[in-house]
């Protein structure tokens, strides 16, 4: 079955830099679109960034646009998030998302358990 297993989460203090990493396995990794996702507590889930199959295709949330991009490499089975200028409401669990088409449409199939980011003002 697929999993997605994120890292690269942490503490750090505002204006900082995280990247995130996401490792696929289970299933054709440059067959789907994959995206990042958040969910601060007592707030919903909400959408980060998504990259189509081939990365030639990118978006992102108006609230990180500038700050995060994210990646990936098929030959890698890998998807990554670069978080620069990090805010104290940027502060989440980050979980990756595997979608099942080439483009982010629809809901993703696949989910994994999410990488905890915390970030001090």
């Known amino acids: 079955q697929v999993q997605l297993v994120e890292s690269g989460g942490g503490l750090v203090q505002a204006g900082g830099s995280l990247r995130l990493s996401c490792a696929a396995s289970?299933?054709?990794?440059?067959?789907?679109?994959m995206g990042w996702f958040r969910q601060a507590p007592g707030k919903e889930r909400e959408l980060v960034a998504t990259i189509s199959w081939s990365g030639s295709s990118t978006n992102y949330a108006d609230s990180v646009k500038g700050r995060f991009t994210i990646s990936r490499d098929n030959a890698k089975n890998a998807v990554y998030l670069q978080m620069n200028s990090l805010k104290p409401e940027d502060t989440a669990v980050y979980l990756c998302?595997?979608?099942?088409?080439?483009?982010?449409?629809?809901?993703?199939?696949?989910w994994g358990q999410g990488t905890q980011v915390t970030v001090s003002s």
């Open positions: 998302a595997e979608y099942h088409l080439t483009q982010p449409l629809g809901v993703p199939g696949y």
């Open positions: 289970g299933r054709t990794f440059s067959n789907h679109a």
